[in-house]
T-cell receptor, first 114, second 117 residues
């Protein structure tokens, strides 16, 4: 069974640009979550999508947005990039119900903002 | 608001010795507790979880964790450490009972485990 796939793995952008990251969950998983990982702030929850609906949102500015498609694939977008947005962005998929919280993570997309 | 604390940034043990990685939590209500491990340049991998029942939970790779409600702790343990256990370990909490809780986890800051040969 294929794992969670994130693309691109690495990218470099400049301040003010925007970026779109993609995540393909494990087949059958309908929940997709996004987390930002930085050395200073650690792992922080961005948002979660389930059946194409945003179920939860973390404490991030509106520049961070996401969506989920009917095949459960998800994208997140960051507009007007700032230096502080440099981070590893992790996508995780999960089953619902009793398996909630058991997240299967991708290897992440490492974003560098110059 | 819920929070998770991992008081040690780094834990060093010798191979073959027992290891403990500490985690304490603060939530209102009964938590779901998790441990995840992250190897260099990789995503996180689920190790184990506590929802209810036996306070000692067994997980992957020989790890186990002990839930202690009175001390609000969920320490990760392994009887005999391996060099290959060297990685970054994260404790996390999810509060159930909220219809919209979903898979929103709050993570601790992480503990780097170094196992020396």
């Amino acid at each position: 069974k294929a794992g969670v796939t994130q693309t691109p793995r690495y990218l470099i952008k400049t301040r003010g640009q925007q970026v779109t990251l993609s995540c393909s969950p494990i087949s059958g998983h309908r929940s997709v979550s996004w987390y930002q990982q930085t050395p200073g702030q650690g792992l922080q929850f961005l948002f979660e999508y389930f059946s194409e609906t945003q179920r939860n949102k973390g404490n991030f500015p509106g520049r961070f947005s996401g969506r989920q498609f009917s095949n459960s694939r998800s994208e997140m977008n960051v507009s007007t990039l700032e230096l502080g947005d440099s981070a590893l962005y992790l996508c995780a998929s999960s089953l619902a119900g009793v398996a909630a919280g058991e997240l299967f993570f991708g290897e992440g997309s490492r974003l560098t903002v110059l | 608001a819920q929070s998770v604390a991992q008081p040690e940034d780094q834990v060093k043990v010798a191979e073959g010795n027992p290891l403990t990685v500490k985690c304490t939590y603060s939530v209102s209500g009964n938590p779901y507790l998790f441990w995840y491990v992250q190897y260099p340049n990789r995503g996180l991998q689920f190790l184990l979880k506590y929802i209810t029942g036996d306070n000692l939970v067994k997980g992957s790779y020989g790890f186990e964790a002990e839930f202690n409600k009175s001390q609000t702790s969920f320490h990760l343990k392994k009887p005999s450490a391996l060099v290959s256990d060297s990685a970054l370990y994260f404790c996390a909490v999810r509060v159930p009972g909220q219809d919209n809780a979903g898979n929103m986890l709050t993570f601790g800051g992480g503990t780097r485990l170094m196992v020396k040969p």
